[in-house]
């Protein structure tokens, strides 16, 4: 199977839930799908974002299935050596602040004087 993906990821994990298994990447080394013997389910190959490509490209076979139900967990990671530290929010806000309700934020200085600006263009 192939998948494309437009969003960035440097890595796709492939990792079987119930075993724990996590299938290596590169792991399908040529083209040649005439001979499918050669493939198990999990083996897979990512071409991430610097090779322009943007697909994982994974074979499903059943081959090794044992009667247990397989559920592979993709999972998409953003960045493998991440040089940025994560910033922690100290104190979080006990009220919740909706956007759709300007009463529930701080006023901004200049806020009536772009509201007045609009209705003036439109003519209210």
Not at 8 to 36: E, F, M, Q, W
Not at 61 to 74: L, M, Y
Not at 108 to 116: D, I, L
Request: charged share 25%; net charge negative; with cysteine.
């Amino acid at each position: 199977m192939v998948h494309n993906h437009s969003d960035v990821r440097a890595n796709i994990t492939l990792t079987d839930k119930a075993s724990g298994l996590i299938y290596p990447n590169n792991t399908i080394t040529g083209t040649d799908l005439s001979s499918p013997a050669q493939f198990k389910t999990g083996d897979n190959v990512h071409y991430g974002d610097e090779t322009g490509i943007k697909e994982i490209q994974y074979m499903i076979t059943g081959k090794e299935n044992d009667g247990k139900e397989k559920i592979i967990n993709f999972e998409g990671i953003r960045c493998v050596k991440c040089t940025e530290d994560i910033v922690e929010v100290d104190e979080v806000e006990s009220e919740t602040r909706l956007w759709s309700d300007p009463k529930s934020r701080p006023t901004v200085p200049f806020q009536s004087q772009v509201k007045q600006s609009i209705l003036s263009q439109v003519g209210t």
